[in-house]
């Protein structure tokens, strides 16, 4: 069973960046589909990017072009650089990692970012 645990989130100001890293353990994280996730308060959990085993890599909308994730196969870690910050970025960011019918989820780190 892979277990993931986040880190790297914090309050920064608007322009601003931040890297968000999520470990795993157990030997299945090469073979994972690896995503991050976020949730504002009083909305939906989404997508915000995601990395196949293959390293294709997938964006929402919203953050194309300043959101960029990236994983260390050798670290089992995958991470997700966040520049030019936006007060609507702000929110829990969560950690996923699909692997055949498995669904695990990190604990969650949070990002605040202020105007």
């Known amino acids: 069973q892979v277990q993931l645990v986040e880190s790297g989130g914090g309050l920064v100001q608007a322009g601003g960046s931040l890297r968000l890293s999520c470990a795993a353990s157990?030997?299945?994280?090469?073979?994972?589909?690896m995503g991050w996730y976020r949730q504002a308060p009083g909305k939906l959990r989404e997508l915000v990017a995601s990395?196949?085993?293959?390293?294709?890599?997938n964006y929402a909308d919203s953050v194309k072009g300043r959101f960029t994730i990236s994983k260390d196969d050798a670290k089992n870690t995958v991470y997700l650089q966040m520049n030019s910050l936006k007060p609507e970025d702000t929110a829990v960011y969560y950690c996923?990692?699909?692997?055949?019918?498995?669904?695990?989820w990190g604990q969650g780190t949070q990002v605040t970012v202020s105007s």
């Open positions: 996923n990692a699909r692997i055949g019918i498995s669904n695990v």
């Open positions: 157990g030997s299945t994280f090469r073979f994972a589909v």
């Open positions: 990395v196949t085993s293959g390293g294709n890599t």
